[in-house]
């Protein structure tokens, strides 16, 4: 990849596209191309299709999506696979009809069964029943996969593409929804110890039993990944993954209870209340850590630790238009 090349970055407003855009910059690229949802509907096929064929780009980052949590998964989920199929589909299929030979997709943990073996490996794609609060946004994210190793398999060897996958684990940090109903459990967490603080309130009440135990990646290092994965030679990458099992997993190697979480949030936050827990509350899939020894044996390892990260995406929370509304 040289400075020159145009690289576009689709969903650079969201958490992850804004981290791959100031780690290219970091880098030195300086033809990074970007479009807002006003600019550009990627539900909308012709839309997509002018803009490839307009731009021609070198590479894509595949960073945009449909995403929320729970809460927003249960309530919308047409939405959340309508939309992520969409805008999936004709990316990938505008990037191959005008030349672009390198694309990196972003999925998620989620693609994995919810009673998934622990630490989950890649080879567990397609093992088992999803988690039923995030089925639909998990099955979009696997059709990603699949587009991408359906036009290797047909194409790669006739036109030359290496169309990539990276699957995180669960994200956190400058850039993230701190909506109140349909953010992630990090920012919404932040904002519920935030404005208990505010509010001096005595008692913080967590959906949930606070005993699923979850793993966290500051979006820098997601970033990160997704430059080293997107770099790596082909012979490399194909050495380590296969035709129909090529995702690669990218996690920060440990994980931590719900209930533990929200105890460093509060402290971090600076709130000194009580915490309870609403366990007639979903709590969704009983653990989810990423094996990610297939990426780490590629040269990449998380290096911001979760205290550290919290206190960053913290102050993001601090200095974010949210926070005021």
Request: with cysteine; hydrophobic share 35%.
């Amino acid at each position: 990849m040289s400075s020159s090349s145009k690289i576009y970055v689709a969903g650079h407003r969201g958490m992850v596209g804004s981290a791959i855009v100031r780690m290219l910059q970091k880098e030195g690229q300086q033809h990074i191309l970007t479009r807002t949802h006003a600019e550009l509907d990627l539900t909308e096929q012709a839309s997509v299709r002018a803009f490839f064929e307009a731009e021609k780009p070198d590479q894509v980052y595949l960073a945009a999506a449909r995403v929320g949590g729970i809460h927003a998964n249960n309530t919308y989920p047409a939405d959340f696979i309508y939309d992520n199929l969409m805008m999936q589909a004709n990316i990938i299929e505008a990037a191959f009809r005008n030349g672009v030979k390198k694309l990196l997709f972003l999925g998620s943990s989620c693609i994995y069964p919810k009673l998934a073996s622990q630490p989950m490996s890649e080879e567990a794609l397609l093992t088992g029943v999803l988690e039923p609060t995030n089925e639909p946004y998990a099955l979009a994210k696997i059709a990603g996969i699949k587009l991408c190793e359906s036009y290797n398999r047909q194409y790669g060897a006739s036109h030359g593409i290496d169309y990539r996958s990276v699957m995180p684990t669960n994200l956190y940090g400058p850039g993230d929804n701190y909506h109140s109903e349909n953010s992630h459990v990090i920012p919404a967490l932040i904002r519920r110890f935030h404005e208990a603080k505010q509010q001096a309130a005595p008692t913080v009440t967590i959906w949930g039993s606070g005993t699923p135990r979850r793993e966290f990646l500051y979006v820098d290092d997601m970033a990160r990944a997704c430059l080293h994965v997107m770099n790596l030679p082909q012979p490399t990458y194909d050495q380590h993954t296969r035709p129909m099992l090529s995702h690669i997993n990218v996690g920060f190697g440990d994980d931590i209870t719900i209930a533990d979480l929200a105890t460093l949030i509060g402290r971090v936050v600076g709130y000194v209340g009580h915490i309870d827990f609403d366990a007639s509350k979903p709590d969704g899939t009983p653990r989810k850590l990423m094996d990610s020894s297939r990426l780490h044996s590629l040269g990449w390892k998380a290096t911001v630790s979760l205290e550290e990260g919290l206190q960053s995406a913290y102050q993001d929370f601090l200095q974010s238009s949210s926070v005021r509304k």
